[in-house]
């Protein structure tokens, strides 16, 4: 089945740094979602992209709908502690018509103060 | 604050339990999805409803069942639990788009 891949897994960065990370797809995708989870919280949507080449930001945070349609990456500039958690990509199952969404396996960010 | 609530938080059981998780989505969405969260498996999508039909089928095990009510509220039936049932259930609503808004799931132990 269709897969999303996530990298780096895990980063662990000093408070103030700028976070790069990626998502890519053997398949093309029509939307992309970014979302942020907290240790046993729910998943929080961070920023959802409609078009390739699409680069959209929420506070400190950009993220891009790459050109191919196979791939979107997410920035943070000047990280602080409360960004730590696990950040998921996301998008609907490109074979089927339906709201089911794929998830990548997460990228866990760790913020040293 | 999704606006998605999913009750119980927390819940421990034995193995060849049947529980019950319930999920209420946002007001005004007609969409509730169903997902697994389990440590080796990640996010792993089980069952879709929409305005109180089923609308998309994942990998949900037979044993699984979920129905969506008149209220748009839904609950997700687990039967037979075994150990490996064991994870974070969330429940996600939407409306038209393709954004969904998670609750703050439900942690099954089963012992």
């Known amino acids: 089945g269709q897969q999303l891949n996530q990298s780096p897994q895990s980063m662990f960065i000093q408070e103030g740094e700028d976070v790069s990370m990626n998502c890519t797809s053997s398949?093309?995708?029509?939307?992309w979602l970014w979302y942020k989870q907290d240790p046993g919280e729910g998943p929080v949507l961070l920023i959802a992209?409609?078009?390739?080449?699409e680069l959209t930001s929420n506070g400190r945070l950009t993220a891009q709908f790459g050109i191919t349609r196979k791939d979107s990456f997410l920035n943070i500039s000047a990280s602080i502690p409360s960004d730590v958690g696990i950040y998921f990509c996301?998008?609907?199952?490109?074979?089927?018509?339906?709201?089911?969404?794929?998830f990548g396996q997460g990228t866990t960010l760790q913020v040293k103060p | 604050d999704s606006g998605v609530t999913q009750t119980p938080k927390h819940l421990i059981t034995a193995t060849g339990q049947r529980v019950t998780l319930r999920c209420s989505p946002r007001?005004?969405?007609?969409?509730v999805y169903w997902y697994q969260q389990s440590l080796d498996q990640g996010l792993q999508f089980l069952i879709q409803?929409?305005?109180?039909?089923?609308?998309a089928k994942g990998n949900i095990l037979e044993r699984f069942s979920a129905q969506q009510f008149p209220d748009l509220h839904s609950e997700l039936n687990l039967s037979s639990l075994e150990l490996g049932d064991s994870a974070l259930y969330f429940c996600?609503?939407?409306?038209?788009?393709?954004?969904?808004?998670f609750g703050p799931g439900t942690r099954l132990t089963v012992l």
């Open positions: 996600a609503s939407s409306d038209r788009t393709l954004e969904q808004f």
């Open positions: 996301a998008g609907p199952s490109p074979s089927s018509n339906t709201g089911k969404l794929i």
């Open positions: 409803y929409y305005n109180g039909e089923e609308r």
């Open positions: 398949s093309i995708f029509n939307t």
């Open positions: 992209l409609y078009k390739a080449g």
């Open positions: 007001s005004g969405d007609l969409s």
